[in-house]
């Protein structure tokens, strides 16, 4: 596609994109609705609800992507009255797009702009959500090492000579018969690959769960023998393991392996990977620092507009009182 229509496309369609006191990003339809070229409101609001259908059939909520409004405008000699609205999300005016007039090429160009913004948007979040789950991932995986060496020193005073066998009963515990070696196969690790590495946060938590527990039970008995802290480590992997079913959770050994190890992470940290998340949060910050600048007014309105409600003052009045001056403003709301 050629990069300067590319380009005045985004220009166009972000003209009149709007952000709101929480940051979060939307267009007006009425505003969308000259931009795509038509003309009359009941003919551009059968779009609107064609897209509604479409996103309650995906289950998403309709509210927060078509979020209704009344708002004031002017019509003969300066009179106004109230007419509806709505603040469309991105995903929302792309179905709108979707929905539109294919031979109007205003349309085609909504469709390619609002498809690549929804797209980067979506491996945006995507990339935030893997963000917090390998945060998750570390900082549990830490947990279990520093728990694993205060286990192993208590085990060895209680007279644990055989760690690895002491180690196994836990896991067989809380994987249904597993030990380490069967765990290890059914992830198909690689050769000296730790199975701790490639747990994801959820599984890492029942582990520094299992080892705690077990380490607290160790430290209330004297006189035990290897096998007795054996058993007692088996049975409260069991306990765990009981408790996650009760709950309605999934057992370990049915959860996922991470597609990366937390070394593999580890590395890419060190080398400074996701620039793209970085380069978005980045952006995301400075447009909402813009925003604010450039509509310093406008964020004054949301609390004349909560003292207006307050006051039970028409509803439809909020959207014009930016316009009014501020003795105006003071009479409205006093």
């Not at 160790?218 to 306990?239: C, P």
């Not at 709950?247 to 080398?271: Q, V």
């Not at 813009?290 to 039970?312: C, G, H, V």
Request: hydrophobic content about 35%.
């Amino acid at each position: 596609m050629n990069k300067d229509i590319t380009n005045y496309s985004k220009t166009i369609f972000d003209s009149i994109k709007h952000i709101d006191e929480n940051g979060k990003e939307y267009w007006e339809a009425r505003e969308l609705m000259k931009i795509l070229k038509y003309t009359n409101w009941r003919n551009f609001e059968i779009l609107i609800n064609r897209s509604m259908k479409t996103v309650k059939n995906n289950n998403l909520n309709v509210n927060y992507h078509f979020d209704a409004v009344i708002k004031m405008i002017e019509i003969a000699k300066g009179a106004k009255r109230k007419v509806k609205d709505y603040k469309l999300s991105r995903y929302a005016c792309y179905l709108i797009a979707m929905n539109g007039d294919p031979r109007k090429k205003v349309i085609a160009d909504a469709q390619n702009y609002f498809a690549v913004q929804t797209r980067k948007q979506e491996i945006t979040e995507e990339e935030y959500e893997r963000l917090v789950e390998e945060n998750k991932r570390l900082f549990r995986r830490r947990k279990t090492k520093e728990e694993n060496k205060l286990l192993y020193a208590i085990a060895r005073v209680k007279g644990v000579k055989k760690l690895d066998e002491f180690t196994n009963s836990g896991y067989r515990g809380l994987y249904d018969g597993e030990d380490a070696n069967a765990i290890f196969k059914r992830k198909k690790l690689n050769y000296r690959e730790d199975i701790l590495d490639n747990m994801g946060s959820e599984e890492l938590g029942a582990n520094i769960f299992r080892i705690s527990q077990t380490e607290a039970q160790l430290k209330k008995q004297n006189n035990i023998s290897e096998a007795d802290a054996n058993t007692i480590h088996y049975d409260i992997g069991k306990n765990v393991r009981d408790a996650i079913i009760k709950n309605g959770n999934l057992p370990p050994e049915k959860l996922p392996t991470p597609s990366k190890s937390i070394k593999e992470i580890e590395k890419e940290r060190k080398e400074g990977e996701i620039p793209e998340l970085k380069d978005y949060m980045a952006e995301k910050e400075i447009m909402i620092e813009e925003s604010l600048k450039e509509n310093i007014e406008k964020n004054k309105t949301y609390e004349i507009a909560r003292k207006m409600l307050e006051k039970n003052i028409d509803i439809g009045l909020i959207e014009e009182v930016i316009s009014l001056s501020k003795e105006e403003i003071d009479a409205l709301i006093k």
